[in-house]
C-alpha cells in the first residue's frame, strides 16, 4: 500500500489516520501532511473532537524513516528532516481541540512524541514505547520536551538513556503516557470511539480554554523545537552515526 494520510468524520468526531508501509515510518512529506491535516481539523466547525491513528494492526508508529535519515548530508537538509516531528508536535500542542491518542501497537522515536503530544491516550496492551535515537548516534531531542512533559523527567531520562529496550505498555500507562489499556484492537476502537462522542456533547469553548490551561508553559516550543532539531541535524553528521547508520543499512 501506499503511504497516505486521511481524514474522515464520523459524529463530529474527526479521525486522522496516517499509514506507511515500512512500520508507520514517518518520512518528511507524510510528516507535512499531517501536520497540515491537524492543523485544518482544528479549524473545521464540523469537528468537535480529534482522533490521532494509524493504520495497520501491529505498530502505531516506527519514528521517523530510516531511508530519509540516512541520506542526510549537510547541516540544512539535517534541521529541515528533524522539523519535520517538531512541526506536527506543534500543530496537535496549538489545536484548539482536544486530540485524543489511539495506539494499537509499538510506538517508537518521534511515534512516542506524537502519542505524548495528544492529549488522552489510549491503547492496546501491545503498545510497547521504545526511544532507539541514542542507539543510532543522536537522541531524543525533537520530542523530548512533548514525553518529557508526559512522563516526567525521570520517566522520559529512563526510556531515552535505555535506548535498546522496548517498555511495556502497563509501565506507559503507570507513568502517563496511556489512560487506559485494552485487550485488543477492536476493543481499543470501540473505547475510542465512545469516549469521543461522549467528549463531542461537552461545551466546545470550555473544552478550548482547558487545553490552553493544560498546555501553558509551552509557549516557547515554536523556537525550542527547531533548536532541538538542530541539534539532531548537526549529530547526524558525526562520522559515529554515520558509522552506525552503515552498520544498521
Known amino acids: 500500500m ?6 474522515t468524520i464520523e459524529n463530529q468526531v474527526g479521525y486522522i489516520e496516517f499509514f506507511h508501509p515500512a512500520h508507520n515510518s514517518l518520512p518528511s512529506n507524510i510528516l507535512a501532511e499531517l501536520a497540515r491535516t491537524i492543523k485544518n481539523a482544528g479549524e473545521d466547525s464540523n469537528i468537535k473532537v480529534i482522533v490521532l491513528k494509524s493504520g495497520g494492526d501491529r505498530t502505531f508508529c516506527a519514528g521517523a524513516s530510516f531511508e530519509e535519515l540516512i541520506s542526510i548530508e ?7 528532516f528533524f522539523s519535520g516531528f517538531a512541526n506536527v508536535i506543534n500543530a496537535m500542542r ?3 481541540k482536544f486530540i485524543i491518542g489511539r495506539v494499537q501497537g509499538k510506538t517508537v522515536g518521534g511515534g512516542v512524541g506524537l502519542a505524548s503530544a495528544t492529549d488522552y491516550c489510549m491503547a492496546t496492551k501491545f503498545a510497547a514505547i521504545k526511544l532507539s535515537e541514542l542507539n543510532v548516534g543522536i537522541g531524543p531531542f525533537v520530542v523530548g520536551p512533548a514525553v518529557q512533559r508526559k512522563l516526567g523527567l525521570s520517566a ?4 531515552a538513556i535505555d535506548a535498546n ?7 506507559a500507562r503507570q507513568k502517563g503516557l496511556y489512560t487506559q489499556l485494552f485487550e485488543t484492537t477492536e476493543e481499543l476502537d470501540e473505547g475510542v470511539k465512545t469516549f469521543a462522542e461522549n467528549l463531542c456533547s ?3 469553548k470550555a473544552m478550548t480554554e482547558m487545553k490552553t490551561m493544560f498546555w501553558r508553559g509551552t509557549e516557547d516550543w515554536d523556537q525550542l523545537l527547531i533548536q532541538r532539531a538542530k541539534i539532531s541535524g548537526r549529530l547526524v553528521l558525526s562520522e559515529f552515526t554515520k558509522e552506525t547508520l552503515k552498520r544498521f543499512k
Open 202 to 204: 461537552y461545551n466546545p
Open 156 to 159: 522520559m531520562s529512563q526510556i
Open 94 to 96: 496549538k489545536c484548539p
Open 165 to 171: 529496550s522496548f517498555f511495556d505498555a502497563e509501565w
Open 74 to 80: 549537510d547541516d540544512e537538509t539535517g534541521k529541515e
Open 2 to 7: 501506499e503511504p497516505y494520510v486521511k481524514q
